[in-house]
């Protein structure tokens, strides 16, 4: 592994080739919003929180910085006008399906996001998949899983496997961003098996 | 525009606000839902896109349907939502006046989308020949022999069969849109009264 020094919002950074841009910076101490990321999990740049301004061979690309390797003399941006506004557009499109999370609410202040821009359509879920990764690669248990697809997809806990593990498990439940996972638990402990009344 | 060397060949008839509504919609269909941009923007342009043929567009929605087109062709993770806005972001940039007939006056300038156009039977050139009426699935053209036919705009479901029935000598139905329909013709009016023909 070849070490490599590129240069990020300025600052001088070195890193081992094979990682990634975001894992460079944050070992840099540069921060880098992220929703979809875990360390334990591989890269899956769904949520394009990420992205990043990178000079190519005279050309400005903007890429996802988690899933992007490091490259030697590589010029990184993390913030521009233009990448602030692609956060704050992101920002806004998930703050339609979970407007309270406190995670979403956090970095639409950072970044001016309205809430309201666009209709609600409550579905809680933002589609970055940790629980389903993190049950596959960490757990190797596939309880949960996406089905369908577009702006169909939904998260889908398998009933077969679910009613086999997940009671003794539930560490998806506070990867969710917007703690979606805890409230359908919740939901459906309630529903399932009600408490008795108290006396 | 889209597509791969295909070539699609329209007429003044063809909304371009509808087609860009259109192939988003498809576009919305093959999204494989990973990313944000893609997922939830092209859903989004989808439902102003609606809203504007719809006649319920907004200031402001074309500047946020460049927004979410900007964000998707840089964010977006493959080529599909790279491209995804181009079907809006060329309609707009050829047809920007339709986009602001729609918006501005709730007027289709193609008279294509339906909750902006009106069905009208000019009173002038209608020969009460019965072809409308017969045909009008929803039951929506009163008018009997020698008697000028008349929509009932309550009841039309704007399928345009009246249009495409009316024996082209007469021409007598007409698309209306971004114009008020003029009221009916009093019912006491509405007899032809025909010069040339005897009794039969």
């Known amino acids: 592994m070849r070490d490599v020094t590129l240069e990020i919002d300025g600052q001088a950074v070195k890193a081992t080739e094979g990682m990634t841009l975001l894992a460079a910076a944050t070992a840099a101490g540069i921060p880098i919003p992220t929703l979809c990321h875990h360390e334990l999990l591989e890269p899956f740049g769904s949520c394009r929180l990420c992205t990043v301004e990178v000079d190519v061979r005279g050309w400005t690309n903007r890429v996802a910085a988690c899933v992007y390797p490091v490259e ?10 233009e990448i602030d506004r692609i956060r704050r557009v992101i920002l806004e499109l998930y703050l339609a399906h979970a407007p309270d999370s406190p995670r979403l609410k956090a970095l639409a202040g950072e970044y001016g996001a309205d809430p309201n821009r666009f209709e609600k359509e409550a579905s809680f879920c933002i589609h970055c998949g940790l629980c389903v990764r993190y049950c596959a690669e960490v757990k190797k248990k596939d309880a949960v899983g996406f089905i369908d697809r577009g702006a169909r997809k939904e998260i889908c806990f398998v009933p077969e496997v679910a009613a086999r593990e997940c009671w003794a498990c539930k560490e998806c439940f506070p990867l969710c961003p917007t703690e979606a996972l805890q409230a359908a638990y919740v939901l459906v402990e309630a529903l399932k098996f009600p408490r008795p009344a108290k006396a | 525009m889209m597509g791969s060397g295909g070539m699609i060949v329209m007429d003044e008839d063809t909304c371009m606000v509808d087609v860009a509504r259109y192939f988003i919609d498809f576009l919305t269909d093959e999204s494989c839902g990973k990313c944000v941009p893609c997922r939830e923007g092209l859903l989004q342009m989808h439902k102003i896109l609606t809203r504007i043929t719809g006649g319920k567009g907004r200031d402001g929605d074309l500047e946020l349907l460049e927004e979410l087109s900007a964000v998707a062709m840089e964010a977006a993770l493959c080529a599909l939502g790279k491209s995804a806005p181009n079907p809006f972001l060329s309609t707009l940039k050829y047809f920007r006046e339709e986009y602001e007939a729609h918006i501005r006056d709730q007027r289709c300038p193609a008279r294509s989308c339906k909750e902006l156009i009106a069905f009208w039977i000019d009173p002038a050139q209608c020969q009460a020949c019965g072809a409308c009426r017969r045909k009008c699935p929803a039951d929506a053209v009163a008018g009997e022999k020698n008697r000028i036919h008349v929509v ?31 009221a009916p013709l009093p019912e006491a009016e509405r007899t032809i009264a025909r010069k040339s023909k005897t009794d039969a």
């Open chain 1, 72 to 81: 030697d003399k590589l010029v990184v941006r993390t913030r521009s006008p």
């Open chain 2, 152 to 182: 009932d705009q309550g009841k039309c479901t704007k399928c345009g069969t009246c249009f495409e029935v009316c024996p082209p000598r007469f021409a007598a139905v007409r698309k209306l849109s971004g114009e008020p329909v003029p």
